[in-house]
């Protein structure tokens, strides 16, 4: 079952898998010598929007869950794709201890934690779950969605490096997005750590990874010439926001009406007669926590009190003071009448799969990740790297195809993005260091 | 369908599969350890044979045909594994021109190229083929086993490159192996050629493979805690025979004894009860040819003329003048009564899956790679990296796995068997130099 484009507009969305489709050598080529240029990230995984004319990134993600959602005949390539990422992040390490996010009562991500136990174990890694739920008393038994067994251990600091009872690891694969900030047993430790801490949501900003990815998706629009537009979204950002005490509506609305604009023009180009819309998000927000749709600059002055609240606090109760205002991009696929969005999943610089994001109470101008379960993941039934050349644009795996290129440059981007935080943190060390 | 262990003497054979498994984050973390110490084959496959009491390669080819003989479901797992090698070898090449052996009759080989065509292309490369056939007028095209059609189309030399009409590769991707030397259109290329001709069976050796697998299998056996001949057969060598002639035949004698008295001993402290057989091989054969079946050292003196021709010359005419003496290592694996062999296939380091060579006509102590198609392929049914630790060893996913482990240690040897060859091919050549 594959979702149905339900857009007329498909012309420049078909035009695009078709010029992927034949550049496919160059562009993979293009692929290899990028990711020998950046430390690519452990794993990821990216929400895209199909508007049927434009085929975009609106997230990504470096501490995925929903690995369970993923067809299972294929977890195969997500164990070649870890023995290849460990091969060069830490090749020494056999034993690993992997930190969850504190999720106890979410069977299903739960689930998320138990395939991914099978794949590092699948790559021959000795891996044992290490929780930092605070009152954990000791390894406790967990059932998950799936119906797997899934042992929790309380994690322990021991000098510079953490374990469990009986169990020196000598790496830590984290699966806690960090929202709430680096949690004091794991910081400094002389033990590798991946993905790097640095990329947890207390340090990241979406704006920055978007940032990252103009430069990419400009590149990429000129290796194959087309308007970089069809695979970006244009943002802006506001960083002195307080929707609880109504400050900063003023940048709020002026970057809405500036996102608008652009979007409007590039409609008018394309003859796209929808409505142009905008998402507002935390610029630290994950988790579909701390996002709304605007239509105009009109709808983010006089917020509704319940709008303010939901837009001032995300996970782990985080304060929103900075946020993205990001093209809004229609999603125009859809599963029996409900909209679908496909999330695709990689594991180093490999697509080792996705599924549709599939919701029968969201609209198609909707964020469709939303805290909690309501959504219904449908895997893809076919691997992203066999595009059948001799079908048509928009057969699945020439579409799956395309969702995994486009996935990839957002992948790229991550790495660009970690690099360099990776040295704004160095240079503020050196900073801190030089006046200390 | 699996095959049957026949042998009531798997003892051994389980244990090392339950040692295998248990010891499972080390082996890989070693493996890890010793492919980023050596430049790994492109792509190889290696024969296995499965005496219950006993596990061993007996032939690691590094022009590997019977990509076809593969499961469908696991080519994903080959595409990823190309991407890696590729990234590899050259990560800056985009169009490949395909080498192929110049069978044009036997419609399976066909299908092989056709299947790694379509793999290469998985990888996102622009492939064609270019055959070394001399009279080939122009492309030309086939129709394989599979029903798929193959353009192959003339290899021309321009200059220090080979290229096909209208066609300029970045680089040579050979599965011809090379038996009757390396053809003066590959020799000193500007392309990068893959994998080196210098792994041609012009200069390649069984015995030198076997010479570096020896130390190989040692430092797996130490890792592990196991006696070594568990997975590597004895074997010795002659250089100066000709079964015409019938020159060396001491030699040949004496190196039958000497195999079958260690072979004799190991059986004894094993208790096993089977009669010990020697393998006779050309050193550079190849396609099954130029091999028999002994059992004593009379064997060897006396050969009918029918034998001495058959051993004399092997493919493309090649006269056999050294031949090694392998340990023969039965095969207890059976489907349906016929005798099965497992044969995996790896591209760069990855093991990419399988199958059993199926053979109603040979016996277990016999060769099964025969000339022609005698064979029935018989695809693994499960990939090679999902044992089920907490299954049997016996179990397919655990049979599989250990023969993944068993098959990477004949590519590692692979890899230092080229290396030193390189060596000396550089030593030579400077020897050669200096004398000038």
Redo the contacts between chains.
């Keep these: 079952m594959v979702p149905h484009l339900t857009t007329s507009l498909t012309g420049p969305l078909q035009d695009l898998e078709r010029l992927v489709l034949d550049r496919?050598?160059?562009?993979?080529?293009w692929?290899?010598?990028r990711?020998?240029e950046h430390e690519v990230p452990f794993y990821s995984s990216v929400d895209l929007r199909n508007a049927g004319f434009k085929l975009a990134p609106v997230d990504t993600n470096l501490f995925p869950g929903g690995f369970n959602n993923l067809n299972p005949?294929?977890?195969?390539?997500c164990?070649?794709?870890t023995?290849?990422a460990?091969?060069k992040l830490c090749?020494?390490?056999?034993?690993f201890v992997l930190v969850p996010e504190n999720h106890t009562r979410n069977l299903f991500y739960l689930q998320n934690v138990a395939t991914l136990k099978r794949i590092l174990e699948?790559?021959?890694?000795?891996v044992r779950v290490g929780s930092l739920i605070p009152d954990l008393a000791g390894p406790t038994e967990f059932e998950t969605a799936g119906g797997d067994r899934l042992l929790l251990e309380p994690l322990r600091r021991n000098g510079n490096r953490v374990g469990l009872e009986g169990f020196d690891p000598c790496a830590v694969i984290v699966n806690n997005d960090l929202s709430g900030g680096v949690p004091p047993i794991l910081a400094g430790l002389e033990q590798t750590v991946v993905p790097p801490l640095i990329a947890g949501w207390s340090t990241r900003r979406k704006s920055q990874h978007f940032h990252a990815y103009d430069t990419v998706a400009e590149d990429f629009a000129e290796l194959i010439g087309i308007d970089p537009w069809l695979v970006n979204p244009v943002f802006s950002q506001c960083s002195a926001v307080n929707f609880a005490e109504k400050e900063g509506e003023d940048c709020l609305a002026a970057n809405v009406e500036y996102v608008l604009s652009e979007v409007r023009e590039k409609y008018a180009q394309y003859g796209i007669t929808e409505a142009p819309f905008a998402i507002v998000k935390a610029d630290a927000g994950t988790y579909g926590m701390g996002i709304m749709t605007v239509k105009s600059a009109d709808d983010v002055r006089n917020l509704n009190r319940r709008t303010r609240n939901k837009m001032s606090v995300i996970k782990e109760g985080q304060q929103v003071n900075q946020v993205i205002i990001q093209e809004g991009v229609y999603t125009f696929e859809d599963v029996d009448g409900a909209v679908a969005e496909p999330v695709i999943y990689m594991i180093d610089?490999?697509v080792v799969g996705g599924f549709y994001r599939v919701h029968n109470a969201r609209g198609k101008d909707e964020n469709l990740n939303s805290p909690g379960m309501e959504f219904r993941p449908l895997a893809f039934e076919t691997?992203c790297?066999?595009p059948d050349c001799a079908g048509a644009p928009g057969d699945p795996p020439n579409r799956f195809y395309t969702y995994g290129v486009v996935a990839r440059l957002a992948n790229l981007a991550a790495a660009v993005e970690i690099e360099e935080m990776g040295v704004r943190a160095d240079e503020e060390a050196a900073a801190l260091a030089a006046t200390a």
Excluded: N, T
């Design positions: 496919r050598p160059e562009i993979e080529r692929f290899r010598s990711f020998s005949d294929f977890l195969p390539l164990v070649h794709a023995m290849s460990i091969q090749p020494d390490a056999q034993k699948g790559a021959g890694l000795a610089q490999f691997d790297h066999s």
